[in-house]
């Protein structure tokens, strides 16, 4: 069956994690993807794991899982010869995919504006620490310095230690996920006009979008939200607990409270306190006395009785669960999320599916290639072209418009991408208005739909009143107007049959559904797929559920701290001698997000060229399970389980953070490899350890990293984050600064780069939200407006779009099925 991006040519020429991953992303949907390696391999062919530990180039575990799908062919790009053969590859390529920071292009020879011109279909997505612009630029960056600057790290950890990165190569991924997406975005932008562009991505930008908000309490109230150990962060006396991670007899679980029903914790664990009215005004304000009552419950009670019993309340509790036990999770193997592969060079290998499913256009999981394996087969056919004079590449198909039905209900920005696309949001919480949110700063039309009691009347994290300004809190809780912004909104209810009906007449007007509840909820309220394409047959309805659409946990409910457990990842971030923590804030919500606004992506593309509408599944887990895969493939090839290992690297030393001047202050450092070190040891003043027999090599230094820390210390102590960050980069030693939120918003490369956007809110002002980690040359996306207020748009959509008269949108108002402003606004 022909995959959804059937037809598009990618060539790769980016190593490490982030490129590679976007090019998986298209391989795993039908593009051609052609990875260009240098003569001796991507990197991560030396990374594993390997089977037994014995390092192979056909054999490593993060290659395996990063380059499924794709061909590879050998160039050196340094001879002249070679790069002409480049170009001929590019010259038939819709897109290409680099990670090449501007100084490494400058010694390849490669300048990307010459690229356009010669090549002006093509779609150039540079996928960077942190940017091509901007005095970071050239900076050396890492999983860890990124980490670190993104401002993320100091989201990580427990308050009274040092800060810690999450497992493996998460903002790497998130990066390339992003890339992804830009190059999408500017796929679309091309049907019009045959035109490519540049899609710049920044890694830093792509860990800054993971915030989840706090950069609003430091801009408006200057508080830095720090890491809170298994707690879900920066949340005030009143708001609803626990979200933390406790031990129990075989483990540990997830525990989250149900937001709609305080009592239902209880219910679930007989103690009189946590009925308690007083407790249960201000969870948040008694979380280490509920801790301690969940604790001694919790002592005799194993993880999958605790979970079972807490769902069957609707209690969103997740186990915390190990690679291993993920991969042998009677779910997982009933929705086959791991898939075997079977391996020219490595044989069978068990890794991670789909990170979502389109269902008429399937992901393709198939073996990553040996080093160099279709050079010829690829080359060759280029060659005997040019001998021949062949022709040139063909034309790119003129756009068609998109099948739209109705005008719409505010005004495009017809430079975008998504102009003309009309998007229904059905989303609540978090990854599903973000995933909005990215389509409506694309050019979609977003029409978000609300309860009548979508919104609490006094939610922590309410933006201050702008003085005479209308004070309606429900229309200034920050997080939510973050999530929501670009988007116009409507209140309906509907699980009455009026509501449903004009839900429907909605529906029929749209492009695209988004919703993210529990599967059975759709079903009950006679809303299902095949509801939805009986009035719009081409509709491409995309749902979020927590474990997929099949599957025994199906129904169960979880929030992405609750998934970040489940999938293994809580258990692999944390230190070493310590308990499992969530990473920073937010992740997986932010995560299925911007896969999700990919996916959906794909599937107009794929509607575009066929008129088939299709369903969408964006597990949230199995997107996850993307992140983790090199664990996933360690414990299948292997049988190891991963531990957790704070900020350490199997190879690299010193790679952790080290202490600052100032308050919670740090610097993270990350050294690749002996030159490095060499330099590092100068620049703190110390050339003699360079030579040093216990730290001359990456090896012997590895087994000596505990040493070196106070060493290390003692000289990052009398700097500022920022002075250690610029005098060991001036040297080339990968260093950064573990920024907070109220430093990222005066970062000079933040503002270079215009890395959060300022929008203007009603009543509030001029408010800060971190951009999509891409910038696009031709077609900029700036966020359009700001969120709408409860119910704003009501008479635009109900009059204006669906074609009611007054009496029509009383009668509504009456029956309760829509309102003004939100019910507890009322009570």
Known sequence: MAGALDGITVVELATGVSGPYCGKLFAGLGAEVIKVEPPGGDPTRRAGPFPGDVPHPEKSGLFLHLSTGKRSVVLDLTQAAERARLDALLARADVAILSHRPRDLRALGIDLDAWQRRFPHLVIVSVTPFGLTGPYADYAGGELIVYA??????????????????????????????????????????????????????????????????????????????????????????????????????????????????????????????????????????????????DAWLADKERREVVRRAQELRLPFTEVMTPGEVLADPHHRARQSFVTVDHPG?????????????????????????????????????????????????????????????????????????????????????????????????????????????????????????????????????????LNHGKFGICLNVARPEGRDAFLRLVATADVLVENFAPRVMGNLGLEYEDLRAVRPDLIMVSMPAFGLSGPYRDRISYGPGIDAMSGL??????????????????????????????????????????????????????????????YIDYAMNGRERTRAGNDHPCMAPHDVFPCRGEDAWVAIAVEDDAQWRALCRVIGRPELADDPRYATSAVRHAHRHELKPVIAAWTRERTHYEAQAALQAAGVPAGAALNALELLTDPHVRARRGFEYVEVPNVGPTPYPRVAFRLSRTPVPIAKAAPGFAEDNDRVFRGLLGMDGAGVTALEMAGVTTREPVEARA
């Open 149 to 294: 600057l993104s401002g993320y790290m100091l989201l990580t950890g427990a308050p009274d230690r040092e800060p810690i990165k999450a497992y493996g190569h998460l903002v790497s991924y998130q990066a390339g996920a992003h890339a992804a997406l830009g190059a999408m975005a500017a796929l679309w932008a091309r049907e019009r006009d045959g035109r490519g562009q540049l899609v710049d991505v920044s890694a830093m930008e792509a860990g800054t979008f993971l915030l989840g908000g706090v950069e609003q309490s430091a801009y408006f109230y200057g508080t830095v939200v720090r890491r809170n150990g298994t707690r879900l962060l920066g949340f005030a006396p009143q708001h609803p607990y626990p979200s933390t991670i406790r031990p129990c007899k075989d483990g540990y679980v997830h525990c989250h409270s149900n937001n709609r029903h305080l009592d239902l914790l209880g219910a679930l664990i007989p103690h009189p306190r946590l009925l308690d009215p007083d407790v249960l005004a201000a969870m948040t304000g008694h979380a280490d006395e509920i801790d301690a009552i969940m």
């Open 346 to 482: 490595a044989g069978p290998v068990l890794q991670p599916g789909p990170p979502f499913r389109l269902h008429r256009t399937p992901w393709q999981t198939r073996p990553a290639p040996t080093l160099g394996q279709h050079t010829r087969e690829v080359l060759d056919p280029l060659a005997a072209a040019a001998a021949n004079l062949g022709p040139e590449p063909s034309p790119r198909p003129a756009a068609t418009p998109l099948p739209h039905a109705g005008e719409g209900v505010g005004v495009r920005v017809q430079a975008r991408p998504l102009a003309g696309v009309r998007v229904i949001d059905f989303t609540n919480a978090v990854a599903g208005p973000l995933a909005t949110a990215i389509l409506a700063d694309l050019g979609a039309e977003v029409i978000k739909v609300e309860a009548p009691n979508a919104r609490p009347r006094h939610a922590s994290g309410v933006a201050p009143l702008r003085e005479g300004g209308e004070d309606r809190s429900y229309n200034r809780i920050m997080l939510f107007n973050e």
């Open 570 to 631: 809580s258990h692999l971030t944390g230190y070493p001698d310590g308990p499992p923590m969530k990473p920073g804030n937010f992740f997986c919500d932010q995560n299925a997000a911007v896969h999700t606004a990919f996916a959906t992506l794909v599937a107009l593309w794929h509607r575009r060229r066929t008129g088939e509408g299709q369903r969408v599944e964006m597990p949230m887990i199995e997107g996850e399970f993307q992140i983790l895969g090199d664990a």
